[in-house]
């Protein structure tokens, strides 16, 4: 295989060879946000390996110094959102700056 400096257009092909070696289909797959290529897991899927990817980070909003929506926490029993800077949302209601 020829190195590209990048994994995204692999998963299906090492998918492949991995259920050749073994011998079997119907195999589960862990690869790291570096494989994370939409048609490439459907390639795979489609092979019938179950993949397990995580999506990789592609929101600039970090750098940009905004949080990112993994960053908030959201409270079921009190129905409301805390950002990271201490700030409340409730549903219907506009922010609520509680000090933190």
């Not at 011998?23 to 993949?51: C, F, H, N, P, S």
């Not at 990817?53 to 409270?75: C, L, N, Q, W």
Request: hydrophobic share 35%.
């Amino acid at each position: 295989m020829l190195n590209v400096g990048h994994d995204r257009t692999a998963l299906a092909s090492m998918a492949s060879k991995v259920q050749e070696g073994l011998g079997r289909k119907g195999i589960g797959l862990i690869a790291d946000r570096g494989y994370y290529k939409g048609t490439e897991i459907l390639d795979a899927e489609k092979a019938g390996v179950q993949t397990y990817i995580p999506k990789p980070m592609t929101s600039g909003s970090k750098a940009e110094g905004r949080f990112r929506k993994a960053d908030f926490v959201f409270d079921a029993k009190a129905d409301e959102y805390r950002c990271p800077a201490g700030q409340i949302l409730r549903r219907g209601s506009d922010i609520i700056d509680d000090g933190l």
